[in-house]
Nanobody, 122 residues
Framework: QVQLVESGGGLVQAGGSLRLTCAAS???????MGWFRQAPGKEREFVAAMRRSGGITSYRDSVKGRFTISRDNAKNTVYLQMNSLKPEDTAVYYC????????????????WGQGTQVTVSS
């Protein structure tokens, strides 16, 4: 059974940093891991993803150069380092996993965590 548990969200001032952690169980190295976010009244949107074996990463344009996805396969954990945060990054951030290659389409991801709130004040 696949389980994903996010942590590390919180309140931070604009320009600050946070690191989100996703602890995964029941997954395998061939699964893709990703981060999505959803702001109030908006659809869930892709943030970043990586193939767990091989390390190929992808990012939405608005976070490139500021966010970094990484993983520690020995700990079955995926991270999202978020730097230079902006108020528009405020959202609930979700960890997700799927078999096969990553995709920016939320509906194509099979398993989701419960989410962690990130709030960036101006």
């Amino acid at each position: 059974q696949v389980q994903l548990v996010e942590s590390g969200g919180g309140l931070v001032q604009a320009g600050g940093s946070l690191r989100l952690t996703c602890a995964a169980s029941g997954t395998y190295n061939s699964y893709a891991m990703g981060w999505f976010r959803q702001a109030p009244g908006k659809e869930r949107e892709f943030v970043a993803a990586m193939r767990r074996s091989g390390g190929i990463t992808s990012y939405r344009d608005s976070v490139k150069g500021r966010f970094t996805i990484s993983r520690d396969n020995a700990k079955n954990t995926v991270y999202l380092q978020m730097n230079s945060l902006k108020p528009e990054d405020t959202a609930v951030y979700y960890c997700a996993t799927k078999w096969g290659p990553s995709t920016a389409v939320a509906a194509e991801w099979e398993y989701w965590g419960q989410g962690t709130q990130v709030t960036v004040s101006s």
